[in-house]
């Protein structure tokens, strides 16, 4: 297996605009996790979903962030509209409930000016 | 809700020398797994070893061993002859086993390994 996969590896947009981040879990795994990342907080769970229903959104921090696991293969993270503070880098991992470990992609550094 | 604290922002270490890394965490369940992930440059997130609440044997990968102390909530990191491979981020993660199933991250402390 390729392993977790998100793209794009890095992002630049405006103030204002929309920013769609996307993820490939390994498969046949039935957990997915986001993550934003940054100086100050570290990693941050912003929500995960058990077997393509969400379980837990209490961190995405306001109503401008959705997420969305439409199929076992497929997730997005979706900002908008998007801010400065927003710039970080944001994870997707994925795990199976019978092995422990979290699986982590490579991340999305985003920079939002 | 559980918490992971990791109290060391940044570490230094010679290389050949060992080092340790704390963390702590707080939590209401019994039995749960106690991770640390290491990040380097490359920023992938790579598992360096686990450990099962319910073993009271600390685990061991190599160089890496764990000193995993349930009642005081402590798991600490030891790095036995450090290489500049091993300069990174590490990250304490947390994993509960009764319903919930997310990971929560300490935020992180800093490896610095000197030639």
């Known amino acids: 297996d390729a392993g977790v996969i998100q793209s794009p590896r890095h992002e630049v947009t405006e103030m204002g605009q929309e920013v769609t981040l996307r993820c490939k879990p390994i498969?046949?795994?039935?957990?997915l996790f986001w993550y934003r990342q940054t100086m100050m907080r570290g990693l941050e769970l912003l929500i995960y979903?058990?077997?393509?229903?969400?379980?837990?959104d209490s961190g995405m921090p306001e109503d401008r962030f959705s997420a969305k696991m439409p199929n076992a293969s497929f997730s997005t993270l979706k900002i908008q509209p998007s801010e400065p503070r927003d710039s970080a880098v944001y994870f997707c991992?994925?795990?199976?409930?019978?092995?422990?470990?979290?699986?982590f992609g490579q991340g999305t550094r985003l920079t939002v000016v | 809700a559980q918490t992971v604290t990791q109290s060391q922002p940044e570490m230094s270490v010679q290389e050949a020398e060992t080092v340790t890394l704390s963390c702590t965490y707080d939590?209401?369940?019994?039995?749960?797994?106690l991770f640390w992930y290491k990040q380097p440059p490359s920023r992938q997130m790579i598992l360096v070893i686990r450990?099962?609440?319910?073993?009271?044997q600390n685990a061991t990968e190599n160089r890496f061993s764990v000193n995993f102390q349930k009642a005081a909530k402590s798991f600490s990191l030891k790095i036995s002859d450090s290489q500049l491979g091993d300069a990174a981020m590490y990250f304490c993660?947390?994993?509960?086993?009764?319903?919930?199933?997310?990971?929560?991250f300490g935020t992180g402390t800093r490896l610095k390994v000197l030639a």
């Open positions: 991992a994925s795990s199976l409930v019978g092995n422990t470990e979290a699986f």
């Open positions: 979903f058990n077997n393509n229903v969400p379980i837990d």
């Open positions: 498969s046949g795994h039935d957990y």
């Open positions: 450990q099962e609440a319910y073993k009271q």
């Open positions: 993660a947390y994993r509960g086993t009764r319903g919930t199933y997310k990971y929560i």
């Open positions: 939590t209401s369940e019994s039995d749960y797994y």
